[in-house]
Structure formats: structure tokens, C-alpha cells
């Protein structure tokens, strides 16, 4: 029975393609117009797709080290031969389980949440697409094909982002996104096709070329042999890259805050739990690769760690609601890179899954707030909103509680994390680790003490919330709260190497992590819910409120510097090139002009003409059988 | 620089040639009265056979073919001269002046 549900995998990856066609052509051809068809077809193919993944997911439990594999010839250059089709193991299993479900919870949750808007055909639309691309991408068996639905995801994010399109800075903000991704995008490619390059050209085995992923090891060591160090390490910085800008790491990390203005079902499902988690996913297939060399793998680390901690930090000062879960994303994300750059593979991974969670729940619960609140972002107006809406609070707490590092999935996984990097001897990643689980704490429970505690700032009462959105955010709460137990199976599940037995001697991590995490919730507590006076640190506190001016520089190199060039070569273009041309085009009319204005009918001026022409020709041929003649004599030739 | 001026060789013919042949050019070109410009090519006419006389009489004193032929041409400028003037006359007929801005139809 579970042959059935495998072999016809695919179907998963083409139900939401059916359902985003059926509705963009439904709503071009006056055929599907209610809503609740259109969200019923969403939820319905998403459903399909989480009952694949489970039962999958079942089978592979049962099999270990089960692959499933298969793929049509989609291009063929003699021996080459470029594969689409689907590619099924532990990782991608996980990932579409991930993916599915956190996805039918947030359909769920927009069915109710978008109800009002204009444009909810359009929306489903685009999350079906981003559907169909996200689980594309997960079960893609090479590495091209990964590139197509990378591809297809950045610009499913983009349409999301930008789904307000009216609205200036949502505008803005999609196209800051996918020029952002765009970046990274060109460094996937290139590195892909220079991965394709050096095992087509040296290895035997073309099939090898298209980079499949059931044999990346032996990508790996072969790339690792034909290269040189400097070219290894070259490829491995430009595939990272395409990570780098998918997860918002930090040279590209300022296109996740900004994408808060699309709506916030989106920034939960797309922007917290699934597409940015495509980067770690990628780090994750490519890891046999990266892992050959150490620079390479301390280069993930360092950038993210940077990235967490410069976020965690950025966090703190935020005052949009939004804002602050988007740095949290970040820094989580930054969390994952490090601990797969520092050998705590598993670790890494279980944090993607627990953090896509609890992190998508967050956003929900953010969502219920702005919502009842009538859009009012801003966490200096809100306050005492657990008597309004109980379950909401609730839920929040469970999150905020988790991904601090102190109970529930978010410990498991912190817990995998920090031994992993002690078990590595990784002791400066350990103490940056640390000082982000400090930050995260004390950010995460300040917006919890703000908009939930204390009394309320607002002015008008904040409305209930109805019941599919409280249901979506339940059951991720139930996930957050349980997902904690399949730590030792997830360890058996997903793993790299011998890279298993990582939880002995947890005492002393444990009681550091949760002891620093209590400190956090303790000094925001004092903080933000006695309200103590407190001194702020002004510099400190403008560099964090303004993000250390990374996005001014961003301006200013782009704007400034970069206008300035383009209106040099504008210039350039204008002026020199075309002027060239134009020049050409004068000198003709000039000439024809003089032309056409010799030509009087006059016999005296063509007179004038003939006798001036003979004189000028006479002249010139007297002056050349002089040099002639000159040459002759001197060179004793007559 | 008397001497020059006195002791008359070929360059004084040559030159005398010259400007008369440059008058009889800038007549041809600027005047306005179509019978001027016919008397400026008989300026031209015979500043070529002051040329042609010129070297035969300082180069070739045994056939005198210079001589001879600038005889010839002398006749042939007459007859061109003729000529010219029975198209002068024909045109004349149409066009009912002298002035040789009427006479712009190589234009057509």
C-alpha cells in the first residue's frame, strides 16, 4: 500500500500546480468564483499532500535508509542527460512533512483571515504556487532542477510580498526581496554549473553531471580531487551564497524584515517556516560537499553566528510587532547555519523543523493581534491583550517559552545544538550561541510582557478572534509542545556520518542554557513588566534601533553610488555612443546638403567647379610625381 | 631686377599668358552679360595660343610647328566662337535677355 503512495509522489508536486491553473484560468474565465470553492480546492490539495507525506514518512520509519528515486529525461546532449522527476529520503521527507503541514494550518488559517479581501482568489493562487515550487523543491533529484524551483519560490515570495501591490512600501519591499535573492541566485548557478563543469569534463561518469543528490558524496570527492584548494573553496562560497540570500544570512540578510509587509499568513508560512528554511535545507543536501573542507565549513559557522547575534540585537529595539519576530527568524536561521557549519548536523535540522513551528505559530498569533487590533502593528499600542484574547496569549507563551531554550521542542533542539557544538570543541561558537539564547529570551518574552501584559494602550476594544484562526494556532501549539519527544528517533532519522550519540553529558549544557535563558526572561520581566527605569544606553540603543545603518549603507550604495555610475554611462551612451552615430547621420546630410546646394543650373558656377576640380587634381598629381621623383634620387633609383 | 624686366624671356610670355588666362576665367565665371562672358573665352583662347607661340619660339625653331598650329587654333576659335554665338542667338530667341542668371536650365 505504501508502493502506491511513493511511486505516485509526484502527483504531490502537481496538485497545486492543477489548483493555482484552476484558479487563475477559473477566475479569467468566470468559472470559479466563490470563495469558499476556491479555498476548499487549496486546502484539499495540501491535505492531499500531508496525507503522502505521513504515509511516507511511515514507510521510511520503518526502512531505514530507504531512497526513492525517479525521474524522466527532460533534456539529452549526447551523453549528457539533464533529469526532472522526484527524489525521496530522510531529509526531503522531513522537509515535505514540514512544508505540508505547516502549510495546510496557515491555509486554514488565511481561509479565515484573507476572507475579506478583494483579492482572495488571487492570493490562494499564489499560495498554491508557492506550494507547488516549495515541494518541487524539496523532492528535487538533482541539482538543476533545484535551481528551477529556487527560482520558482523566490518568485512566488516575491508575488506574496508584494500581494498589497498598491501599497508603496510592499511594493518596495518585494522588489528589495528578489533583487536581494537575485544575488544569491546568480552564485547557485554558478556554482551549479561549475560543479557540472569539472565532473562532466574530468570525471567518466556524465551521469554524474546534472548533480544529482542521491550521489552527492561522490560529487563531492570527485570535485575535491579535480580541483584545487582555492577552486573548491570558490564553488562551495557561490553555491553558499544562493543559501546565504534564501535565508537572509548576513550580507543579504535586510530583505526579511522588509517583507513583513505582505500579508501575515505569509510571513508564517513563507518567511518564517518554509522558503527561508530552503537555504539550511540546501546546506543540508550539499553538506557531504561543504564538509571536505574546513574552511568552508567555518565560513558558514562565522556568518552565522554573525548573522544571529547582529539580528538578536537588531531585535531587541524593534517597536513593529512583525519586525521583531522577522529579526527572530533571522537570528534563528542564523543559529541553523552555525550549527551546520560547526558539525552539529542533526542539531541544525531539528531546529529547522521544531523552529518552523513554533516560529509559524508565532506569526499566527502576531497575525490574531493585528487583526483584532485593525491593523495596528506597533507594540507601544497594544497591551493587557491576554484578558481579549486568552488562547492567543496562550499560545504566544508556549512559543516564546520554546524558542527561548527553555521548555518544549525549542529546548530539545537548543540542547542538540549546544552539545553538538561542545562535542566539536567548537567553545567560541558555544559562547556566541549563548549570548543569542540570552538576547532571544529577553527579546522574545519583552514583546510577550508588552502586547500581552500590563494595560491596554489602544482605543478601540480589540475584537475576538474567530474560531479557524484560534484552531490553526492550537494545533501548532500542539506540535511546539510534543515535537520535543521524537528527538532521539530524529537523531536516528537524520544523520551525517556517525554523527549520533550527541546527548551524553548534557547536564552542564542544559543547566548553562536554561539558567542564561531565565536570566533573559528575568531581565525583561523586571524591564518591560515591573517597569523599572532603566538607563538606555543611547548609541547602543540607535544602533540597534537603525540596524547598525546596514540598510542606509545598502541605500547609499545604491542610490548613491550606484545612480551615480549609471547616470555616468547613461551619459556616456547618450552623448559619446549615440552621438557617433548621430554624427555619421550629420556628416551625410552635411555633405549632401553642400551637394545639393553646388547645384544652381548656373553654367558659370559649374565652370567654376571643373576649373577648381582640375586645379586641385593637377596640384596633387604634381605634388606626388615630385615626392616620386624624390624618392628615386635618394634611393639611387632613376 | 632691370635686367629682369627687360631682358624678356619665357617666363614673361608664360606669365603674361597666365593673367590673361586668369582675367579671361573670372570674366567667363562673373559676368553678368552673357556677350562678356563670350569675349572672356576669347581672352582664355588666346592666352593658350600666346603659350603655344611662347615655346615654339624658344624651343623649336626648325619645324615651327608651334607656330603652325597656333594658326590652326586661331581658326578654330573663330569657328568655336561662331558657333557660339548662333546658340547665343537661338537662346536669345527664347529667353529674351543677356543676363546669364536667366540662363540656369542645366539645373533641369
Known amino acids: 500500500m505504501e508502493g502506491t503512495f511513493i511511486n505516485n509522489i509526484y502527483t504531490v508536486i502537481l496538485f497545486p500546480l492543477w489548483v493555482f491553473l484552476l484558479i487563475i484560468l477559473g477566475r479569467l474565465l468566470n468559472v470559479i468564483q466563490s470563495r469558499r470553492v476556491i479555498s476548499l480546492l487549496t486546502l484539499a490539495s495540501t491535505l492531499y499532500g ?14 531505514p535508509d530507504y531512497v526513492y528515486e525517479n525521474s524522466y529525461a527532460f533534456l539529452r546532449i549526447e551523453n549528457y542527460t539533464l533529469n526532472f522527476g522526484v527524489f525521496v529520503d530522510n531529509l526531503s521527507v522531513i522537509m515535505l512533512l514540514v512544508v505540508t503541514t505547516i502549510s495546510f494550518l496557515v491555509q486554514l488559517y488565511s481561509t479565515n483571515y484573507m476572507y475579506k479581501d478583494r483579492s482572495f482568489p488571487r492570493f490562494f493562487a499564489y499560495l498554491n504556487l508557492f506550494n507547488f515550487s516549495m515541494i518541487g523543491l524539496v523532492l528535487s533529484p538533482n541539482l538543476f532542477q533545484n535551481y528551477v524551483f529556487w527560482e520558482l519560490v523566490g518568485v512566488s515570495s516575491y508575488l506574496l510580498i508584494g500581494f498589497w501591490y498598491k501599497k508603496p512600501s510592499a511594493a518596495d519591499a518585494a522588489k528589495k526581496a528578489f ?16 560543479i557540472s563543469y569539472f565532473i ?12 544529482p543528490f542521491s550521489n552527492i558524496g561522490n560529487i563531492g570527492d570527485y570535485l575535491y580531487s579535480y580541483t584545487n584548494d582555492a577552486v573548491f573553496v570558490i564553488i562551495c562560497v557561490l553555491l553558499l551564497f544562493g543559501s546565504f540570500a ?37 546546506i543540508a543536501r550539499l553538506y557531504p560537499l561543504y564538509s571536505l573542507s574546513d574552511g568552508v565549513m567555518n565560513f558558514i559557522a562565522i556568518i552565522g553566528l554573525i548573522t544571529a547575534l547582529i539580528c538578536a540585537y537588531f531585535a531587541i529595539t524593534q517597536n513593529d510587532l512583525k519586525r521583531i519576530l522577522a529579526y527572530s527568524t533571522n537570528s534563528q536561521l ?8 560547526a558539525g552539529a548536523y542533526t542539531g541544525g535540522l531539528f531546529h529547522l523543523v521544531t523552529h518552523a513551528y513554533f516560529k509559524s505559530m508565532l506569526f499566527l498569533c502576531s497575525g490574531i493581534v ?12 497594544m497591551g493587557g491583550l491576554r484578558k481579549y484574547l486568552p488562547l492567543t496569549a496562550a499560545c504566544y507563551l508556549i512559543a516564546c517559552i520554546s524558542i527561548s531554550g527553555l521548555l518544549f521542542s525549542g529546548f530539545c533542539s537548543k540542547e542538540m545544538i549546544l552539545s553538538g557544538l561542545l562535542k566539536n570543541n567548537h567553545y567560541i561558537f558555544a559562547v556566541g550561541f549563548l549570548i543569542v539564547a540570552l538576547m532571544t529570551a529577553f527579546y522574545m518574552f519583552r514583546s510577550y510582557f508588552v502586547v500581552f501584559e500590563g494595560d491596554f494602550k489602544g482605543s478601540n476594544v480589540p475584537l475576538k478572534s474567530p474560531f479557524l484562526l484560534n484552531l490553526s494556532i492550537s494545533i501548532l501549539a500542539v506540535f511546539t509542545v510534543f515535537l520535543g519527544i521524537f528527538q532521539k528517533g530524529f537523531e536516528h532519522f537524520i544523520k551525517f556520518g556517525n554523527d549520533i550519540a550527541q546527548s551524553e553529558n548534557l547536564l552542564n549544557p542544559v543547566f548553562i542554557s536554561v539558567s542564561i535563558a531565565v536570566l533573559g526572561i528575568f531581565l525583561a520581566f523586571v524591564i518591560y513588566c515591573k517597569k523599572n527605569k532603566i538607563i538606555k544606553p543611547k548609541i547602543l540603543y540607535q544602533l540597534s534601533y537603525n540596524r547598525f545603518y546596514i540598510d542606509n549603507f545598502y541605500d547609499f550604495l545604491s542610490k548613491k553610488i550606484y545612480y551615480t555610475i549609471s547616470n555616468i554611462c547613461a551619459f556616456i551612451d547618450k552623448y559619446l555612443v549615440d552621438g557617433l552615430v548621430i554624427l555619421a547621420g550629420l556628416n551625410t546630410r552635411a555633405l549632401s546638403w553642400v551637394f545639393s546646394k553646388m547645384q544652381t543650373g548656373n553654367f558659370q558656377s559649374y565652370l567654376a567647379y571643373a576649373v577648381i576640380f582640375l586645379a586641385i587634381s593637377f596640384a596633387v598629381l604634381m605634388f606626388a610625381y615630385t615626392m616620386i621623383m624624390q624618392y628615386a634620387f635618394l634611393s639611387g633609383v632613376s | 631686377m632691370i635686367e629682369l624686366l627687360f631682358d624678356i624671356g619665357l617666363y614673361h610670355y608664360l606669365i603674361l599668358a597666365l593673367i590673361l588666362f586668369s582675367i579671361g576665367f573670372f570674366g567667363a565665371i562673373v559676368a553678368k552679360n552673357m556677350l562678356k562672358v563670350l569675349i572672356s573665352v576669347e581672352f582664355m583662347l588666346t592666352a593658350v595660343n600666346i603659350n603655344f607661340i611662347a615655346f615654339a619660339g624658344f624651343f623649336d625653331n626648325i619645324k615651327l610647328s608651334g607656330f603652325v598650329f597656333s594658326l590652326f587654333y586661331l581658326a578654330v576659335g573663330a569657328v568655336e566662337i561662331a558657333i557660339a554665338l548662333a546658340i547665343f542667338y537661338l537662346m536669345f530667341r527664347t529667353k529674351q535677355s543677356v543676363n546669364t542668371e536667366d540662363y540656369n536650365c542645366g539645373k533641369e
Open chain 1, 50 to 63: 500531508v496525507i503522502f507525506a505521513v504515509v511516507t514518512f511511515l514507510y521510511m520509519l520503518k526502512t
Open chain 1, 200 to 211: 562532466y569534463r574530468y570525471s567518466d561518469e556524465a551521469s554524474l553531471a546534472t548533480v
Open chain 1, 334 to 341: 542564523g543559529l541553523m547555519f552555525l550549527a551546520l557549519g
Open chain 1, 370 to 381: 493585528i487583526h483584532s487590533l485593525a491593523h495596528q502593528q506597533d507594540i507601544r499600542f
Open chain 1, 179 to 194: 533583487l536581494m535573492n537575485r544575488i544569491g541566485d546568480f552564485g547557485l548557478l554558478a556554482g551549479t554549473i561549475a
Open chain 1, 246 to 282: 534564501k535565508s537572509a544570512q548576513f550580507p543579504l540578510h535586510t530583505w526579511l524584515a522588509d517583507a513583513m509587509e505582505g500579508p501575515t499568513p505569509v510571513s508564517a508560512l513563507i518567511h518564517s517556516a518554509t522558503m527561508v528554511a530552503a537555504g539550511v535545507y540546501l
